[in-house]
C-alpha cells in the first residue's frame, strides 16, 4: 500500500481552449498555462468535466497533457482526469499520463453503464490506476453528472485494500456527511479534495486542506483570501469571501456554467472559444451581460490578483 501526501490549496480545473472551428487552439493552452502557473495554485485538473475531456478524442486529450506536463512548472501538479466509458481507453491514457510527467491520475465512474455496487467500482478503477502505479490515483465522484453515487466511505474501504495507489477522491458533491465519512478512513490517510466550489467554507470547517474548482481559473483570489482568513480565524472575513463565491457561482448557474467559464477567461487575456456541442455557446448579447454582471461584482481582480479588495 503506497502512502502519498495529501495536497493543500486549490487545484484549478482549467478549460480547453477551443478555436473558432472547434479545434483545440495550441495558443490559447500556452498563455492559460502560464497564467495559471502565476496565480498561487497548488495544481490543475486536467481533461475534466471543465476541460471538456470527456468531449474530446483520445489523441488531443493525451496532447494537451503533454502540453501540461511539458510547460507547467515543477511545483504546479499536473493531475490528468483519464476517465473513459472504456477501461482499456482509460487505461491507456493512465498510462500515456505517467510517461508524460504528471502528478496523478483519476478517472469518473462510466455513466451509461453504471456500476452498480462498490465492488463493481472498484473492478472498473483498478485496472486504471495500475496502468500508472507509481502515481497517485484518485477517484473522481461526481454523482450530479455519473448518475453513480455509492458510498464512498465503502469505496475507499474496499479499494484501499485493492487498490495500491489509491491516494483519495475528487469529492465534487454537497454531502459534507459522507466527506467527513471519507476523512476518518483509516486514521485519515487518503486525501479527499473538496469539488465544490461555492461551497468550500463548509468543507474548511470539516478539515478539507485541498480543493479542485472551475472557478479557480479566473478567481482563485477569492477563495486563497478565504483559507487565508478561516486558518487565521477570521470568520467574517472568511464568510464575505464565501457569499463572493456564491454571487459568482448563482450567475454562472443562470448563463450557463461552462460557456461562461471560459468566457470569464477572456477577462485574463485568454479565449477559451466555445464549448463542444451539445453545451450550448453564449450569445453575443447574453456573454456581455454576463461579463458585465460578474465584473460589477468585484470578485476577479485582472492584473493583480492578490491585490483584491472585496470591501
Not at 62 to 79: F, H, M, N, T, Y
Not at 119 to 143: M, S, T
Request: charged residues 20%.
Amino acid at each position: 500500500m503506497k502512502q502519498f501526501s495529501h495536497i493543500t490549496g486549490l487545484i484549478a480545473a482549467p478549460h480547453t481552449p477551443l478555436d473558432s472551428e472547434g479545434e483545440v487552439d495550441e495558443a490559447g493552452l500556452d498563455l492559460q498555462i502560464e497564467a495559471l502557473a502565476a496565480q498561487g495554485l497548488a495544481g490543475v485538473f486536467v481533461n475534466g468535466t471543465t476541460g471538456e475531456g470527456l468531449s474530446l478524442t483520445s489523441a488531443e486529450r493525451r496532447s494537451i497533457v503533454e502540453k501540461w506536463c511539458g510547460q507547467a512548472p515543477a511545483d504546479l501538479k499536473v493531475i490528468v482526469h483519464v476517465g473513459h466509458h472504456s477501461v482499456s481507453e482509460a487505461s491507456a491514457l493512465s498510462r500515456h499520463a505517467a510517461e508524460a510527467g504528471a502528478y496523478g491520475v483519476a478517472t469518473t465512474a462510466p455513466s451509461f453503464v453504471k456500476p452498480e455496487t462498490i465492488g463493481d467500482l472498484v473492478d472498473f478503477c483498478a485496472p486504471i490506476a495500475a496502468a500508472a502505479p507509481e502515481l497517485p490515483f484518485y477517484y473522481y465522484h461526481f454523482p450530479g453528472l455519473t448518475g453513480v453515487n455509492l458510498p464512498m466511505r465503502k469505496f475507499l474501504e474496499e479499494g484501499g485494500g485493492r487498490i495500491p495507489n489509491l491516494a483519495g477522491i475528487k469529492y465534487t458533491h454537497m454531502d459534507l456527511f459522507g466527506y467527513q465519512q471519507c476523512r476518518i478512513v483509516d486514521g485519515g490517510r487518503f486525501d479527499i479534495l473538496w469539488g465544490v466550489d461555492e461551497a468550500l467554507l463548509g468543507a474548511l470547517a470539516v478539515g478539507a486542506v485541498g480543493a479542485v474548482g472551475s472557478t479557480y481559473n479566473y478567481a482563485s483570489a477569492i477563495y486563497l483570501k478565504m483559507m487565508e482568513a478561516f486558518a487565521a480565524g477570521d470568520m467574517q472575513e472568511a464568510r464575505r469571501c464565501s457569499q463572493a463565491s456564491v454571487a459568482l457561482v448563482e450567475i454562472l448557474l443562470e448563463y450557463g456554467v461552462l460557456a461562461s467559464g471560459k468566457a470569464l477567461m477572456s477577462l485574463h487575456g485568454i479565449d477559451c472559444g466555445p464549448p463542444r456541442p451539445p453545451v450550448a455557446a453564449l450569445t453575443t448579447a447574453g456573454r456581455a451581460e454576463m461579463l458585465a454582471r460578474v465584473e460589477a461584482l468585484g470578485v476577479i481582480c485582472i492584473i493583480r490578483q492578490k491585490e483584491l479588495d472585496l470591501n
